[in-house]
């Protein structure tokens, strides 16, 4: 009884230093207020896509979706401010460069 209660002590223990080494690598965090937020980090060398998803707000278009993604661009396509419908290439490397904007008739 003394030793299977042990080896689940050990267990349980392992466990919980397998999911603090997990969440410090991405998923839920939290902040001092209490308030969680997902967060997991791209792989190195990639464009990430809610900061491709961020530029193309700044660039002006709205309401954004994803259209396509392959290992070397991101497409977006929304809306402008004026409701014309506009795309947005973004390539694949960590710091999202803008590759080609086009407005879809």
């Known amino acids: 009884m003394k030793s299977r209660l042990s080896s689940q002590l050990v267990l349980s223990a392992f466990a919980l230093l397998a999911s603090s080494t997990l969440a410090s690598a991405g998923g839920w965090q939290t902040d001092t207020q ?17 900061r491709a998803r961020n530029r193309a707000i700044r660039a002006g278009i709205y309401r954004s979706e994803i259209v396509y993604r392959d290992e070397n661009v991101l497409t977006f396509r929304g809306l402008t401010i004026n409701g014309d419908r506009k795309e947005i290439t973004f390539g694949n490397e960590s710091s999202c460069p803008e590759l080609e904007s086009r407005d879809i008739p």
């Open 34 to 50: 209490g308030t969680s937020n997902w967060h997991v980090t791209p792989p190195i060398g990639q464009c990430n896509v809610s």
